[in-house]
């Protein structure tokens, strides 16, 4: 059974970074399609990031992909997800995933094991 565990979520002001990391134990982590998820108050659970097995491809939402860079690195069995130049708009729970197939679009079905998520959240 695939763990997954998220930190580095918080609280940050308009324009700050945050870095995300996704923690990963059981299962071989690099035979794992890794992405990153999010859900805002009252809307539904959106995808963020994903990243093939080998760090390359990658895929990002397309209004994020100037500000956000998915990362893994397979001897951590650890995923990054470094945010930039933060928004309000991106206030949300970050949840990590963990799948077996590389998809674009990304779906949330694709996906067989999540994390618990970590709170970001931006103020103006």
């Known amino acids: 059974q695939v763990q997954l565990v998220e930190s580095g979520g918080g609280l940050v002001q308009d324009g700050d970074s945050l870095r995300l990391s996704c923690a990963t134990s059981?299962?071989?982590?690099?035979?794992?399609?890794m992405a990153w998820f999010r859900q805002a108050p009252g809307k539904e659970r959106e995808f963020v990031a994903n990243?093939?097995?080998?760090?390359?491809?990658?895929d990002y939402l397309d209004t994020l992909k100037d500000r956000f860079t998915v990362s893994r690195d397979n001897a951590k069995k650890t995923t990054y997800l470094q945010m930039n130049n933060l928004k309000p708009e991106d206030t949300a729970v970050y949840y990590c995933?963990?799948?077996?197939?590389?998809?674009?679009?990304?779906?949330?079905?694709?996906?067989?094991?999540w994390g618990q998520g970590t709170q970001v959240t931006v103020s103006s």
């Open positions: 995933a963990a799948g077996t197939v590389f998809t674009v679009p990304a779906a949330i079905g694709d996906y067989d094991f």
């Open positions: 059981g299962g071989t982590f690099g035979r794992y399609v």
């Open positions: 990243i093939n097995v080998n760090g390359v491809p990658t």
